[in-house]
Protein backbone atom coordinates (compact mmCIF):
# COMPACT_ATOMS: atom_id res chain seq x y z
CA UNK A 1 0.00 0.00 0.00
CA UNK A 2 1.17 3.18 -0.93
CA UNK A 3 0.07 6.24 1.71
CA UNK A 4 -0.21 9.98 1.87
CA UNK A 5 -1.89 12.13 4.88
CA UNK A 6 -4.96 10.70 5.41
CA UNK A 7 -5.21 8.40 1.95
CA UNK A 8 -4.74 5.36 1.40
CA UNK A 9 -4.29 3.67 -1.90
CA UNK A 10 -4.29 -0.06 -2.79
CA UNK A 11 -2.94 -1.38 -6.12
CA UNK A 12 -5.42 -3.90 -6.88
CA UNK A 13 -4.29 -5.64 -10.54
CA UNK A 14 -3.76 -2.61 -12.66
CA UNK A 15 -6.91 -0.86 -11.01
CA UNK A 16 -6.66 1.80 -8.56
CA UNK A 17 -9.06 2.20 -5.09
CA UNK A 18 -8.68 5.44 -3.11
CA UNK A 19 -9.77 5.77 0.41
CA UNK A 20 -10.57 8.37 2.58
CA UNK A 21 -12.30 8.82 6.09
CA UNK A 22 -16.26 8.40 4.60
CA UNK A 23 -15.27 7.24 1.24
CA UNK A 24 -13.98 4.40 -1.09
CA UNK A 25 -13.28 5.67 -4.66
CA UNK A 26 -12.68 2.21 -6.51
CA UNK A 27 -13.16 1.04 -10.18
CA UNK A 28 -16.84 0.59 -11.53
CA UNK A 29 -18.05 -2.98 -12.15
CA UNK A 30 -21.06 -4.33 -13.92
CA UNK A 31 -23.09 -4.92 -10.97
CA UNK A 32 -22.83 -1.12 -9.84
CA UNK A 33 -25.45 -0.39 -13.11
CA UNK A 34 -28.83 0.10 -10.87
CA UNK A 35 -26.85 2.48 -8.15
CA UNK A 36 -24.87 4.08 -11.22
CA UNK A 37 -28.63 4.82 -12.81
CA UNK A 38 -29.73 6.38 -9.51
CA UNK A 39 -26.90 9.38 -10.47
CA UNK A 40 -26.27 9.34 -13.98
CA UNK A 41 -29.79 8.81 -15.35
CA UNK A 42 -31.20 11.51 -12.60
CA UNK A 43 -32.25 14.85 -14.74
CA UNK A 44 -30.42 16.73 -12.10
CA UNK A 45 -27.04 15.51 -12.73
CA UNK A 46 -27.35 14.86 -16.68
CA UNK A 47 -28.13 18.72 -17.03
CA UNK A 48 -24.83 19.42 -16.36
CA UNK A 49 -23.07 16.54 -18.51
CA UNK A 50 -24.65 17.34 -22.09
CA UNK A 51 -22.70 17.30 -24.72
CA UNK A 52 -20.38 14.61 -23.26
CA UNK A 53 -22.94 12.72 -22.38
CA UNK A 54 -26.99 12.55 -22.44
CA UNK A 55 -29.07 10.93 -19.74
CA UNK A 56 -28.63 7.52 -19.05
CA UNK A 57 -32.42 6.16 -19.97
CA UNK A 58 -32.52 2.66 -18.33
CA UNK A 59 -30.48 0.23 -16.26
CA UNK A 60 -29.52 -2.28 -19.83
CA UNK A 61 -28.16 1.35 -21.06
CA UNK A 62 -26.04 2.30 -17.84
CA UNK A 63 -24.92 -1.24 -18.02
CA UNK A 64 -23.38 -0.99 -21.54
CA UNK A 65 -21.57 2.75 -20.98
CA UNK A 66 -19.92 0.95 -17.37
CA UNK A 67 -18.67 -1.75 -19.97
CA UNK A 68 -17.36 1.15 -22.05
CA UNK A 69 -16.30 3.12 -19.33
CA UNK A 70 -14.22 -0.31 -18.23
CA UNK A 71 -12.29 -1.04 -21.51
CA UNK A 72 -11.49 2.66 -21.77
CA UNK A 73 -10.05 2.50 -18.37
CA UNK A 74 -8.01 -0.36 -18.92
CA UNK A 75 -6.08 1.50 -21.96
CA UNK A 76 -5.57 4.62 -20.29
CA UNK A 77 -2.26 5.53 -18.30
CA UNK A 78 -2.17 6.30 -15.14
CA UNK A 79 -3.69 8.48 -13.75
CA UNK A 80 -6.60 8.61 -15.92
CA UNK A 81 -9.50 6.67 -15.36
CA UNK A 82 -13.19 6.61 -13.67
CA UNK A 83 -14.37 5.41 -10.22
CA UNK A 84 -17.42 4.74 -8.42
CA UNK A 85 -17.57 6.75 -4.93
CA UNK A 86 -18.52 4.69 -2.28
CA UNK A 87 -19.98 5.06 1.24
CA UNK A 88 -17.50 3.03 3.25
CA UNK A 89 -19.35 2.17 5.75
CA UNK A 90 -22.20 1.08 3.87
CA UNK A 91 -21.02 -0.03 0.92
CA UNK A 92 -23.40 1.80 -1.04
CA UNK A 93 -22.02 3.95 -4.78
CA UNK A 94 -23.29 7.67 -4.19
CA UNK A 95 -21.66 8.85 -7.47
CA UNK A 96 -18.61 8.65 -9.91
CA UNK A 97 -15.46 10.57 -10.20
CA UNK A 98 -12.73 10.85 -13.08
CA UNK A 99 -9.56 12.04 -14.60
CA UNK A 100 -9.71 12.42 -17.69
CA UNK A 101 -7.69 14.13 -20.54
CA UNK A 102 -9.59 16.83 -22.10
CA UNK A 103 -9.99 17.72 -25.49
CA UNK A 104 -9.19 18.73 -28.23
CA UNK A 105 -5.50 18.12 -27.57
CA UNK A 106 -5.70 15.87 -24.41
CA UNK A 107 -3.39 17.75 -22.70
CA UNK A 108 -4.98 19.15 -19.88
CA UNK A 109 -6.24 16.70 -17.43
CA UNK A 110 -9.77 17.32 -16.13
CA UNK A 111 -10.99 15.90 -12.77
CA UNK A 112 -14.87 16.10 -12.08
CA UNK A 113 -17.17 14.25 -10.00
CA UNK A 114 -20.98 13.58 -9.59
CA UNK A 115 -23.07 12.76 -6.61
CA UNK A 116 -26.82 11.66 -6.31
CA UNK A 117 -28.69 14.84 -5.27
CA UNK A 118 -29.78 13.52 -2.06
CA UNK A 119 -25.80 12.98 -1.45
CA UNK A 120 -25.62 16.87 -1.93
CA UNK A 121 -24.05 19.24 0.97
CA UNK A 122 -22.34 16.77 2.76
CA UNK A 123 -19.22 17.43 1.91
CA UNK A 124 -18.91 14.30 0.17
CA UNK A 125 -17.51 16.19 -3.51
CA UNK A 126 -14.80 17.64 -1.76
CA UNK A 127 -14.09 14.79 -0.01
CA UNK A 128 -13.80 12.39 -2.87
CA UNK A 129 -11.86 15.29 -5.32
CA UNK A 130 -9.35 16.05 -2.63
CA UNK A 131 -8.31 12.56 -2.14
CA UNK A 132 -8.69 11.79 -6.00
CA UNK A 133 -6.68 15.10 -6.66
CA UNK A 134 -3.88 14.16 -4.25
CA UNK A 135 -3.45 10.94 -5.66
CA UNK A 136 -2.85 12.72 -9.69
CA UNK A 137 -0.66 15.54 -8.56
CA UNK A 138 1.48 12.24 -6.89
CA UNK A 139 1.58 10.76 -10.37
CA UNK A 140 4.18 13.21 -12.28
CA UNK A 141 1.54 15.69 -13.78
CA UNK A 142 1.84 19.21 -12.94
CA UNK A 143 -1.53 20.82 -12.48
CA UNK A 144 -5.15 19.31 -12.75
CA UNK A 145 -8.62 21.40 -13.99
CA UNK A 146 -11.92 21.40 -13.58
CA UNK A 147 -14.25 23.19 -15.68
CA UNK A 148 -17.76 24.63 -14.82
CA UNK A 149 -20.63 26.00 -16.79
CA UNK A 150 -21.26 29.31 -15.91
CA UNK A 151 -24.92 28.61 -14.24
CA UNK A 152 -23.88 25.35 -12.33
CA UNK A 153 -22.78 27.89 -9.32
CA UNK A 154 -23.69 24.85 -6.50
CA UNK A 155 -20.08 22.94 -8.38
CA UNK A 156 -17.82 26.29 -8.79
CA UNK A 157 -18.75 26.69 -4.93
CA UNK A 158 -17.15 23.38 -4.44
CA UNK A 159 -14.13 23.59 -6.36
CA UNK A 160 -13.33 26.94 -4.75
CA UNK A 161 -13.87 25.86 -1.36
CA UNK A 162 -11.92 23.01 -2.05
CA UNK A 163 -8.67 24.90 -2.92
CA UNK A 164 -8.87 24.93 -6.60
CA UNK A 165 -7.83 28.12 -8.36
CA UNK A 166 -10.26 29.94 -10.46
CA UNK A 167 -8.13 30.95 -14.10
CA UNK A 168 -10.13 32.42 -16.41
CA UNK A 169 -13.01 30.97 -18.87
CA UNK A 170 -12.38 29.39 -21.78
CA UNK A 171 -14.30 27.96 -24.76
CA UNK A 172 -11.94 25.61 -26.06
CA UNK A 173 -13.20 22.50 -24.07
CA UNK A 174 -16.29 20.47 -25.43
CA UNK A 175 -17.28 23.88 -27.84
CA UNK A 176 -18.55 25.04 -24.86
CA UNK A 177 -18.09 28.59 -22.92
CA UNK A 178 -16.52 27.01 -19.40
CA UNK A 179 -15.22 28.18 -16.35
CA UNK A 180 -12.01 26.73 -15.28
CA UNK A 181 -10.28 25.87 -11.98
CA UNK A 182 -6.74 25.27 -11.69
CA UNK A 183 -5.41 22.66 -8.58
CA UNK A 184 -1.56 22.39 -8.42
CA UNK A 185 0.29 20.79 -5.70
CA UNK A 186 0.78 23.54 -3.48
CA UNK A 187 -3.23 24.24 -3.69
CA UNK A 188 -3.92 20.70 -1.54
CA UNK A 189 -2.60 22.75 1.90
CA UNK A 190 -6.25 22.47 3.63
CA UNK A 191 -5.39 25.11 5.81
CA UNK A 192 -5.38 27.48 3.41
CA UNK A 193 -7.86 30.00 2.88
CA UNK A 194 -11.33 29.59 -0.12
CA UNK A 195 -10.08 30.26 -3.47
CA UNK A 196 -10.84 33.70 -5.34
CA UNK A 197 -13.92 33.72 -6.79
CA UNK A 198 -13.94 35.55 -10.50
CA UNK A 199 -13.14 38.93 -9.12
CA UNK A 200 -15.38 41.65 -9.53
CA UNK A 201 -14.11 45.45 -8.42
CA UNK A 202 -15.76 47.66 -6.23
CA UNK A 203 -19.08 48.29 -7.39
CA UNK A 204 -19.73 52.05 -8.55
CA UNK A 205 -23.22 53.94 -7.78
CA UNK A 206 -24.30 54.09 -11.78
CA UNK A 207 -21.13 53.19 -13.88
CA UNK A 208 -21.63 49.63 -14.90
CA UNK A 209 -19.76 46.94 -13.51
CA UNK A 210 -17.48 44.87 -14.58
CA UNK A 211 -16.53 40.90 -14.91
CA UNK A 212 -13.59 39.26 -16.09
CA UNK A 213 -13.62 37.09 -18.65
CA UNK A 214 -10.08 35.93 -19.62
CA UNK A 215 -10.18 34.17 -23.47
CA UNK A 216 -9.31 30.67 -24.16
CA UNK A 217 -5.21 31.43 -24.43
CA UNK A 218 -6.27 33.00 -20.77
CA UNK A 219 -5.18 36.94 -21.90
CA UNK A 220 -7.71 39.41 -20.11
CA UNK A 221 -10.34 41.71 -20.77
CA UNK A 222 -12.93 43.44 -19.56
CA UNK A 223 -16.49 42.40 -20.24
CA UNK A 224 -19.13 45.30 -19.02
CA UNK A 225 -21.65 43.51 -16.81
CA UNK A 226 -24.15 45.97 -18.15
CA UNK A 227 -25.77 47.02 -14.97
CA UNK A 228 -26.69 50.19 -13.75
CA UNK A 229 -28.22 51.38 -10.25
CA UNK A 230 -29.82 54.28 -8.90
CA UNK A 231 -27.46 56.19 -5.56
CA UNK A 232 -28.26 54.98 -2.55
CA UNK A 233 -29.16 58.19 -1.46
CA UNK A 234 -31.75 58.64 -4.53
CA UNK A 235 -35.59 58.53 -4.46
CA UNK A 236 -36.93 55.38 -5.27
CA UNK A 237 -39.05 55.27 -8.11
CA UNK A 238 -40.51 51.70 -10.23
CA UNK A 239 -37.21 50.83 -11.35
CA UNK A 240 -34.11 50.83 -9.04
CA UNK A 241 -31.55 50.38 -12.30
CA UNK A 242 -31.38 48.84 -15.23
CA UNK A 243 -29.53 45.35 -16.50
CA UNK A 244 -28.45 44.18 -20.34
CA UNK A 245 -28.21 40.98 -20.10
CA UNK A 246 -26.66 38.64 -23.14
CA UNK A 247 -29.52 36.27 -22.69
CA UNK A 248 -32.47 35.45 -21.12
CA UNK A 249 -30.94 32.08 -19.98
CA UNK A 250 -31.20 32.54 -16.08
CA UNK A 251 -28.40 29.87 -14.99
CA UNK A 252 -26.01 32.06 -17.30
CA UNK A 253 -27.03 35.74 -16.63
CA UNK A 254 -28.44 35.48 -13.13
CA UNK A 255 -24.87 35.05 -10.98
CA UNK A 256 -23.67 37.91 -12.09
CA UNK A 257 -26.14 40.32 -11.65
CA UNK A 258 -26.84 39.04 -8.02
CA UNK A 259 -23.12 39.86 -7.56
CA UNK A 260 -23.67 42.88 -9.01
CA UNK A 261 -26.50 43.93 -6.56
CA UNK A 262 -24.65 42.47 -3.47
CA UNK A 263 -23.74 45.60 -2.17
CA UNK A 264 -26.72 47.03 -2.15
CA UNK A 265 -28.93 44.47 -0.54
CA UNK A 266 -26.63 42.53 1.15
CA UNK A 267 -27.08 38.72 0.55
CA UNK A 268 -29.33 37.80 -2.07
CA UNK A 269 -31.92 35.51 -1.26
CA UNK A 270 -34.71 35.60 -3.90
CA UNK A 271 -34.92 36.62 -7.42
CA UNK A 272 -38.20 36.85 -9.04
CA UNK A 273 -38.34 36.50 -12.50
CA UNK A 274 -40.85 36.33 -15.52
CA UNK A 275 -41.58 32.98 -16.91
CA UNK A 276 -42.76 33.46 -20.13
CA UNK A 277 -40.01 35.38 -20.87
CA UNK A 278 -36.57 34.02 -19.46
CA UNK A 279 -35.29 29.86 -19.75
CA UNK A 280 -35.81 27.21 -17.42
CA UNK A 281 -34.20 27.69 -14.18
CA UNK A 282 -33.95 25.53 -10.83
CA UNK A 283 -35.73 26.34 -7.81
CA UNK A 284 -32.63 27.26 -6.10
CA UNK A 285 -29.39 28.08 -7.30
CA UNK A 286 -25.89 28.61 -4.47
CA UNK A 287 -24.08 31.25 -5.51
CA UNK A 288 -20.81 32.20 -3.31
CA UNK A 289 -22.32 29.73 -0.69
CA UNK A 290 -25.56 31.48 0.11
CA UNK A 291 -28.65 29.82 -1.27
CA UNK A 292 -30.81 32.16 -3.54
CA UNK A 293 -34.60 31.53 -4.30
CA UNK A 294 -36.03 31.64 -8.02
CA UNK A 295 -39.72 32.48 -8.23
CA UNK A 296 -40.87 32.29 -11.92
CA UNK A 297 -43.83 34.28 -11.55
CA UNK A 298 -46.17 34.21 -15.13
CA UNK A 299 -47.81 37.66 -14.13
CA UNK A 300 -44.57 39.61 -13.33
CA UNK A 301 -43.75 42.24 -15.81
CA UNK A 302 -41.57 40.68 -18.22
CA UNK A 303 -39.64 43.86 -18.85
CA UNK A 304 -38.14 43.18 -14.80
CA UNK A 305 -36.68 41.13 -12.39
CA UNK A 306 -37.34 41.87 -8.22
CA UNK A 307 -34.12 40.89 -6.49
CA UNK A 308 -34.32 40.59 -2.69
CA UNK A 309 -32.24 40.64 0.16
CA UNK A 310 -32.14 38.20 3.38
CA UNK A 311 -33.36 42.00 5.19
CA UNK A 312 -35.32 44.48 3.35
CA UNK A 313 -33.50 46.05 0.92
CA UNK A 314 -35.03 45.23 -2.53
CA UNK A 315 -33.85 46.25 -5.87
CA UNK A 316 -36.57 46.35 -9.27
CA UNK A 317 -34.23 46.00 -12.44
CA UNK A 318 -35.35 47.04 -15.39
CA UNK A 319 -33.91 44.05 -18.23
CA UNK A 320 -33.19 46.09 -21.26
CA UNK A 321 -33.15 42.60 -24.06
CA UNK A 322 -29.95 41.18 -25.48
CA UNK A 323 -31.08 42.32 -28.85
CA UNK A 324 -31.35 46.23 -27.97
CA UNK A 325 -29.46 48.07 -29.73
CA UNK A 326 -26.03 49.53 -28.53
CA UNK A 327 -27.60 53.17 -28.42
CA UNK A 328 -31.40 52.12 -27.29
CA UNK A 329 -29.83 49.97 -24.45
CA UNK A 330 -27.44 52.25 -23.05
CA UNK A 331 -30.17 55.22 -23.26
CA UNK A 332 -32.28 52.79 -21.30
CA UNK A 333 -29.60 51.71 -18.32
CA UNK A 334 -28.85 55.93 -18.22
CA UNK A 335 -32.42 56.53 -17.91
CA UNK A 336 -32.95 53.72 -15.56
CA UNK A 337 -30.08 54.71 -13.16
CA UNK A 338 -31.16 58.25 -12.94
CA UNK A 339 -31.96 59.73 -9.86
CA UNK A 340 -34.31 62.08 -10.86
CA UNK A 341 -36.07 59.78 -13.12
CA UNK A 342 -39.14 57.78 -11.53
CA UNK A 343 -40.72 56.15 -14.59
CA UNK A 344 -41.90 52.66 -15.31
CA UNK A 345 -40.47 50.06 -17.60
CA UNK A 346 -42.02 50.43 -20.71
CA UNK A 347 -41.78 53.91 -20.68
CA UNK A 348 -38.15 53.74 -20.44
CA UNK A 349 -37.83 51.35 -23.39
CA UNK A 350 -39.43 52.47 -25.51
CA UNK A 351 -38.17 56.07 -24.84
CA UNK A 352 -35.18 55.06 -27.46
CA UNK A 353 -37.49 54.64 -30.03
CA UNK A 354 -38.49 57.62 -32.44
CA UNK A 355 -41.99 56.41 -33.19
CA UNK A 356 -42.85 54.81 -30.24
CA UNK A 357 -42.94 51.48 -31.84
CA UNK A 358 -39.38 50.02 -30.16
CA UNK A 359 -38.56 48.70 -33.48
CA UNK A 360 -35.22 47.11 -32.01
CA UNK A 361 -36.68 44.42 -29.90
CA UNK A 362 -36.54 46.45 -26.79
CA UNK A 363 -39.11 44.87 -25.12
CA UNK A 364 -38.77 41.36 -24.21
CA UNK A 365 -41.53 38.64 -26.16
CA UNK A 366 -42.45 35.38 -24.22
CA UNK A 367 -40.51 32.47 -25.48
CA UNK A 368 -42.77 30.09 -27.72
CA UNK A 369 -42.66 26.76 -26.08
CA UNK A 370 -41.85 25.03 -29.79
CA UNK A 371 -38.86 26.71 -29.96
CA UNK A 372 -37.67 26.22 -26.68
CA UNK A 373 -33.87 25.42 -26.85
CA UNK A 374 -31.88 22.71 -24.90
CA UNK A 375 -28.82 23.07 -23.34
Request: net charge negative; hydrophobic share 40%.
Amino acid sequence: MISWPGIGVHLLDTSTVLSSARLTLRPWCGDDAPAALEIYGNPSVARWLSPVMNQVPDAAAMLLLLQQWMAEDARMPSPAGRWAIELTAERRVIGGALLLPLPPGNEDMEIGWHLRPDMWGNGYASEATFCLAEWALSRDIDEIFAVVRPGNTHVATSVRRNGMQWVGETDKYFGLVLQVFRRRLADLDRAAPEAEHPPFPQELDVNPQWEWRPLASLSVRRVPLRLTLKPSSSPTGEVDGGWWPRSMDPLAEFPAMIAGVTDRVGPVSRVAYNTETWGDAPRDMVIDGEMVRLEGIRALDPRTVFVSGRGWQRKTLLVVPPEASENTAQAALTSAASPGFRGGAEQILLAGSTDGSAPDGTVPVPRSKSSEAGR
